[in-house]
Nanobody, 112 residues
Framework: VQLVESGGGLVQPGGSLRLSCAAS????????LSWYRQTPGEAHMQVAT???????DYIEAVKGRFSISRDNAKNTLYLQMNSLKHEDTGVYYC???????WGQGTQVTVSS
């Protein structure tokens, strides 16, 4: 299993970023996928999840601002992040919970 995140960077508050996660080595369309965030001193936290049936769920702090989507034809998971806030800063990982697999992460920094 390989999961490679990209799209992170430095953005001002109120800005947007789109994270991508290119997946390989497993039947992508048959698994639910999630985005996680880790910040210094805090536990790895699930931010958004999307099931193989299209069900989505988000933590309260990002509802209405973040959107998780997937393109099964491209084996790619996305996280569209809008109206970014300082507290969204962290390393974002994509993961396949059922396989206990994670990518290497991509840094998102929201700062003016």
């Amino acid at each position: 299993v390989q999961l490679v995140e990209s799209g992170g960077g430095l953005v001002q508050p109120g800005g947007s970023l789109r994270l991508s996660c290119a997946a390989s080595g497993f039947p992508f369309s048959q698994y639910g996928l999630s985005w996680y965030r880790q910040t210094p001193g805090e536990a790895h936290m699930q931010v958004a999840t999307r099931s193989l049936f299209g069900y989505t769920d988000y933590i309260e702090a990002v509802k209405g601002r973040f959107s998780i989507s997937r393109d099964n034809a491209k084996n790619t998971l996305y996280l569209q992040m809008n109206s970014l806030k300082h507290e969204d800063t962290g390393v974002y990982y994509c993961g396949v919970p059922a396989l206990d697999q994670w990518g290497q992460g991509t840094q998102v920094t929201v700062s003016s």
